[in-house]
């Protein structure tokens, strides 16, 4: 079995999406299982926090940028995404972590995602 199709099967069984944010050119890599919850073909960054997050828990991901910025790794976070396809508004959980050279210098954060629970989710 391939890293590739055990990632698939993890993503599958879990509810678990992977991403990485590249801060030198600030490229976004999401996985499948990201796609689905946010319903998106793809996105940027920006429109993570900008567009398919909730008003109000758009300061929830600036602090945990912050605190990995400062060093602080991991970071967990919960917070209210939009689905771009239904509008449903979902909770989600996120671990995140820096990415480091071998000089020790900040070049990328990495992550898991996690879709919680539907308890009382409602459309926007």
Not at 23 to 43: C, H, P, Q, V
Not at 70 to 88: A, C, F, L, N, W
Not at 102 to 111: N, S, Y
Request: aromatic residues 6%; glycine residues 6%.
């Amino acid at each position: 079995m391939s890293e590739n199709s055990m990632l698939d099967t993890i993503e599958e069984h879990t509810n678990l999406g992977v991403w990485y944010l590249d801060l030198i050119t600030m490229e976004f890599t999401i996985s499948d299982k990201i796609r689905e919850m946010y319903g998106i073909a793809n996105g940027t960054y920006e429109q993570l926090l900008n567009d398919f997050t909730l008003v109000e828990d758009r300061t929830i991901l600036e602090q945990a940028r912050l605190k990995l910025m400062s060093g602080e790794t991991p970071v967990m976070v919960q917070y209210r995404m939009i689905d771009q396809t239904t509008g449903e508004i979902k909770k989600v959980e996120s671990t995140c972590h820096r990415v480091e050279n071998d000089e020790k210098e900040l070049i990328g954060f990495k992550g898991v995602t996690r879709l919680l629970p539907k308890r009382g989710r409602r459309k926007k």
